[in-house]
């Protein structure tokens, strides 16, 4: 076995052991009415007073990551004619909407858990839900090459909802484009 072999296969066995034992020490139920014990019972900084006092903040950080890598990544180019058949760089831009799609629907999803940390924006984003839903296979369907100009324009409209939602219960958002790199990680 070659020096480089023998260092791909430790290197894998590491890595291979790292995830054992990371998802060994989940938490597990002690005998004593289902809790895990002391981490419990200690007062942590996301207790529920703490997430609601947060929940604001991590709404307008969420939304405005997604509205952010929605512009950025899939309206901007989007009109400026980088998705249309034979423009120059049309797979990179379509694979760059397609992940900032699927960011996008995730930052959404994670704004929509924390405002349920607060009741104003609970309220204000509940008919906002079922149109952030929709946008779920979008980042597929833009990764393809097949979104249109509704699909654009659906993904465009629920941001602009979801900015509003948050305005009306006092957390304005405003983008915030996060780095690519970002967006490749999810």
């Given at each position: ?56 903040t991590r709404f307008v950080a969420n939304a405005g990551l997604a ?120």
């Amino acid at each position: 076995m070659s020096q480089r072999a023998r260092r791909a296969a430790v290197a894998l066995l590491l890595a291979c052991g790292l995830l054992l034992t990371g998802t060994a020490c989940g938490g597990g139920k002690s005998e004593k009415g289902g809790k895990k014990g002391a981490e419990e019972a200690a007062p942590t900084a996301t207790d529920s007073a703490e997430r609601q006092k947060f929940a604001k903040t991590r709404f307008v950080a969420n939304a405005g990551l997604a509205a952010g890598a929605t512009y950025q990544w899939i309206v901007k180019p989007f009109r400026n004619g980088a998705f249309k058949k034979g423009a120059d760089g049309r797979t990179g831009s379509l694979i760059k909407a397609g992940l900032a799609g699927t960011f996008a629907y995730n930052r959404l999803k994670a704004a929509v858990n924390n405002a349920k940390g607060d009741p104003t924006l609970t309220k204000a984003l509940a008919p906002v839900t079922a149109g952030i839903e929709s946008l779920k296979g979008l980042g597929t369907k833009l990764r393809k090459g097949d979104a249109g100009d509704a699909d654009i324009n659906d993904f465009d409209n629920v941001i602009k909802s979801v900015k509003d939602a948050g305005k009306s219960a006092g957390a304005p958002v405003s983008d915030k484009v996060p780095s690519f790199s970002d967006v490749q990680k999810g």
